[in-house]
């Protein structure tokens, strides 16, 4: 199991941009892709973006393509969101999480098969 720590949210204006960070613990990250995801209030979680486990192969879901970039620092155990453009309907609690199976980029989309995650960090976007 990889234990993951989530920080970098906070209350920011419409346009403004922010840097999540998830930082891992145990020796065994660079086995697992790494996901983000995010639940807005009174919504289901949503995939936001995946980075395999070496960092070449990365996905976003179709809204924050060109404004969000996932990136990991493995010499760090850390993996990050960059985040753009910040719109008022992405206000929502951020959580990463790790691929519940090593060495696996299937169904990175999918919550379902993520098996450890953070306790989230909020993101709050005012218009």
């Known amino acids: 199991q990889v234990q993951l720590v989530e920080s970098g949210g906070g209350l920011v204006q419409a346009g403004d941009s922010l840097t999540l960070s998830c930082a891992a613990s145990?020796?065994?990250?660079?086995?697992?892709?790494m996901g983000w995801f995010r639940q807005a209030p009174g919504k289901e979680r949503e995939f936001v973006a995946a980075?395999?486990?070496?960092?070449?192969?990365?996905d976003y879901t179709d809204s924050v393509k060109g404004r969000f970039t996932i990136s990991r620092v493995n010499a760090k155990n850390t993996v990050y969101l960059q985040i753009n453009s910040l719109k008022p309907e992405e206000t929502a609690v951020y959580y990463c999480?790790?691929?519940?199976?090593?060495?696996?980029?299937?169904?990175?989309?999918?919550?379902?098969?993520?098996?450890?995650w953070g306790q989230g960090t909020q993101v709050t976007v005012s218009s």
């Open positions: 980075i395999s486990r070496l960092g070449s192969t990365t």
């Open positions: 999480a790790a691929h519940k199976e090593p060495y696996s980029w299937s169904n990175h989309r999918e919550s379902a098969d993520f098996g450890s």
């Open positions: 145990g020796r065994t990250f660079t086995m697992y892709a």
